[in-house]
């Protein structure tokens, strides 16, 4: 694709997600060629920017497929990390509450001495 034919679909491209953001009510303004931006808070009452920039590529046919499918196996490997990390944080403090509760049934099982 030519430079070009790739700068006039992101033009386009551009103008309607910055026409659909400025219909909801947003303070859209442009502060790149490709990019724009809006003030948001959040439920707690934060507040930031959101920053859309939008790419057009010369990807061969099924590289934008091999990029979502390569995204989500990044995302479900990141998930199993989480939960198996979880697991083992929780076996741990099964693991530690045991071993402190055989130290105090130890304390308690020796005689005083008077």
């Known amino acids: 694709m030519t430079n070009k034919i790739k700068d006039t ?10 026409e659909f953001w400025e219909a909801q009510g947003e303070d859209v303004g442009m502060i790149k060629s490709n990019s724009f931006n809006f003030p948001i808070v959040s439920a707690e009452g934060e507040e930031g920017w959101a920053k859309v920039t939008l790419t057009i590529t010369n990807d061969e046919d099924d590289m934008g497929y091999m990029e979502r499918e390569q995204y989500q196996s990044d995302c479900k490997n990141k998930a199993e990390a989480a939960a198996k990390k979880k697991k083992e944080a929780e076996l741990k403090a099964k693991r530690d509450a045991e071993k402190r509760a055989q130290k105090l049934a130890k304390l308690n099982s020796k005689p005083t001495e008077s």
């Open 9 to 18: 679909m992101r033009r386009d491209l551009i103008q309607k997600f910055y």
